[in-house]
């Protein structure tokens, strides 16, 4: 198969985008969110649930009117990236535009940096450090585009990470168990309901891990898995959550979740992973897709 040599020109409007990116994703709620949280605050019952609703929906529309930040936590910046297969890329010079776009963003806006060194909390003051950005890499076929998914992941939401080996015996069950127990007594009123939800289930530790992270933070609010069971399954755990009371910012109510968002993957006989990550309620996200001449789309 012949591919496309990416021309330098390409590089450059990568390093651009991951710039426009992030700041757009800190600003601008993608328009599934918003139907969301307009959705929960129609169909929210009680008076100190609605009120909460509220406070978050005007939290947007001043945002949006000012052209500010929605949530002051400029978060762990990721970059989903896929590249199609028909092109030709330098990735050492890939990624570098994507940590440089990174930083310009933080320091041109400029933005504050949440990104630490774990021990000594060496702050660069630019978002990035040693393997930060968070940059995964996937492919796509008979394509010669790249796609930039940016996440800017909060850290009230990051805290709240659990993964639980299971054991195959306890079935269908113990995943369940092990999800609603998980919301009710750990994560609970930490970051910032109603959440989307990201599960994990099958293949291995860090696999299942990556997964709830994909389901939390790549699929758009209301997109359900395109497997029927798996579906079914995103159906039944948001109901279950929402039964749970936590309600809009842990006050109480019938909004804990907005979305239930499943992956998962064959695993080994003997074990059976069940992930949860958790994405605050406001969703935040941008993408673009580019062309290998440089010609640019720029969305959610």
Request: aromatic residues 6%; glycine residues 8%.
């Amino acid at each position: 198969m012949q591919k496309r040599e990416a021309p330098e020109s390409l590089y450059q409007t990568v390093e651009e985008l991951c710039k426009e990116l992030y700041i757009k994703a800190l600003k601008d709620l993608p328009p599934d969110v918003r139907k969301a949280m307009n959705e929960a605050y129609a169909g929210e019952e009680t008076e100190t649930g609605k009120q909460v609703l509220s406070t978050m929906l005007e939290n947007i529309k001043v945002a949006d009117d000012n052209k500010c930040l929605i949530c002051q936590d400029t978060g762990i910046p990721i970059y989903f990236v896929k590249i199609g297969n028909k092109l030709s890329v330098d990735f050492v010079r890939l990624e570098e535009a994507i940590v440089k776009g990174c930083q310009r963003a933080t320091v041109e806006h400029p933005l504050r940096s949440s990104v630490v060194s774990p021990f000594k909390r060496q702050n660069h003051q630019n978002s990035s450090g040693y393997r930060i950005p968070s940059i995964h890499y996937d492919l796509t076929q008979d394509s010669e585009q790249i796609e930039i998914l940016m996440v800017p992941k909060g850290s009230g939401s990051e805290n709240m990470s659990f993964l639980k080996m299971l054991i195959p015996a306890e079935g269908v069950r113990g995943v369940k168990r092990f999800i609603l127990e998980t919301v009710a007594k750990n994560i609970g009123a930490n970051p910032c309901p109603p959440y989307v939800v990201g599960i994990g289930i099958g293949g291995t530790a860090d696999m299942c891990l990556k997964m709830a992270k994909l389901a939390a933070v790549t699929r758009p609010v209301g997109v359900r898995n395109s497997d029927p069971e798996m579906a079914a399954f995103e159906e039944e755990m948001l109901g279950a959550i929402n039964q749970l009371g936590v309600g809009p910012m842990g006050l109480g109510g019938l909004n804990t979740a907005i979305a239930v968002n499943v992956e998962h993957a064959y695993t080994h006989i003997t074990q059976n992973p069940v992930a949860i990550n958790i994405q605050c309620w406001p969703a935040r996200r941008a993408r673009a897709v580019i062309e290998a001449d440089g010609q640019h789309q720029v969305g959610y």
